[in-house]
């Protein structure tokens, strides 16, 4: 269930979710070690969201673990750090990311350009993260 972060969700904050392409999700593996994958991911607004292939260790480590926390990187001086927390789930199975118009809004360039367009149908299994906490640091 997710809390309200509305103040946390500052317009700094909410601009950075919506404009960043990249950011690491932090996952737990069945050791308990925390696993930072880089991804890509969309924000609606309330809650992330993201595709995967289905057998990715991400998917496993979510079932079993699904407190998960998401970083975009720094402005490179320390500043501009964005760190959200939260519970992921497994929210679609057998879907296609391509058809996903605001997460393809987002990333058709960048799939055309790596090669992957074609690739992206493999990514058949969207993560939801509702989100708990949200903090950062402002950029300089």
Do not use: C
């Amino acid at each position: 269930m997710a809390v309200d972060v509305t103040e946390a969700l500052t317009e700094e904050i909410s601009n950075r979710l919506v404009a960043d392409e990249y950011a690491w999700l932090t996952t737990i593996a069945k050791s308990g070690l925390p696993v930072p994958r880089l991804i890509w991911f969309h924000f609606d607004g309330s809650a992330i969201h993201l595709y995967t292939m289905p057998n990715a260790a991400k998917v496993g480590h979510i079932r079993r673990y699904p407190q998960v926390s998401l970083n975009l990187d720094s402005d490179g001086n320390g500043g501009g750090i964005v760190v959200v927390a939260g519970t992921a789930r497994v929210d679609a199975e057998g879907v296609d990311a391509r058809s996903d118009r605001p997460y393809w809004a987002k990333y058709s360039a960048a799939a055309e350009q790596f090669g992957l367009t074609e690739a992206m149908e493999q990514y058949r299994t969207r993560i939801r993260i509702d989100i708990e906490k949200v903090w950062g640091t402002p950029q300089g």
